[in-house]
């Protein structure tokens, strides 16, 4: 069974603009959840999508969004980048229930400059 | 609110030595636990979970027992291997939260020398 596979791996932008990341979860998942990884925040939770609903949202500002659609594919976009959204945005999948394994693609890595 | 707290690292062994990550979480209730291991350039891979107190999770010779009374899921290995070296996170979802949702720890750097 393939993984979950992100696109692109790698992207440089520049600062006010903004950028569209994919995310394709394992087949039969229903849930892709998304996180930021930085060096000093470490690694933390976007928001979650279940079912074409957001079911889980995170403490980042409104330029983050997402959404998923009816294939469980995701995307998240950020408007109006800045320096500090430099990082790795890593995906995950699982079926959704509690006690289900994430499983991680191998993230994107995003620089604003 | 909850949290999860693990050692920071880096840590640097020698090959065969023993391993000890400790990990501790602030929850209410009982929530699933999982340690993910970060292999350079690669994204998160789960090495092992535990779903109730007293429960031993075990993958690859890394090993971790859910403890209820310390709060605590520490990761040990007996014997590391130059292979083991990668970042290692603790995690778990906050009270009331879906699975969909993890915290996780800041992370430990393990460096196994030959």
């Known amino acids: 069974k393939a993984g979950v596979t992100q696109t692109p791996r790698y992207l440089i932008k520049t600062r006010g603009q903004q950028v569209t990341l994919s995310c394709s979860p394992i087949?039969?998942?229903?849930?892709v959840s998304w996180y930021q990884q930085t060096p000093g925040q470490g690694l933390q939770f976007l928001f979650e999508?279940?079912?074409?609903?957001?079911?889980n949202k995170g403490n980042f500002p409104g330029r983050f969004s997402g959404r998923q659609f009816s294939n469980s594919r995701s995307e998240m976009n950020v408007s109006t980048l800045e320096l500090g959204d430099s990082a790795l945005y890593l995906c995950a999948s699982s079926l959704g229930g509690r006690g289900d394994t994430q499983y991680f693609g191998p993230g994107t890595r995003l620089t604003v400059l | 609110g909850d949290s999860v707290t693990q050692m920071e690292g880096p840590v640097t062994l020698s090959e065969e030595a023993f391993l000890t990550i400790n990990c501790t979480y602030t929850?209410?209730?009982?929530?699933?636990l999982f340690w993910y291991v970060q292999y350079p350039g690669e994204g998160l891979q789960l090495l092992l979970k535990?779903?109730?107190?007293?429960d031993k999770g075990s993958n690859k010779g890394f090993e971790a027992t859910y403890r209820k009374e310390t709060t605590s899921f520490h990761l040990e290995k007996g014997s590391v291997q130059v292979s083991d070296s990668a970042v290692y996170f603790c995690a778990s979802p906050p009270y009331g939260g879906s699975q969909g949702n993890l915290i996780f720890g800041k992370g430990t750097k393990l460096s196994v020398k030959p």
């Open positions: 087949s039969g998942h229903r849930s």
């Open positions: 929850a209410t209730g009982y929530p699933s």
């Open positions: 535990a779903t109730k107190a007293d």
């Open positions: 999508y279940f079912s074409e609903t957001q079911r």
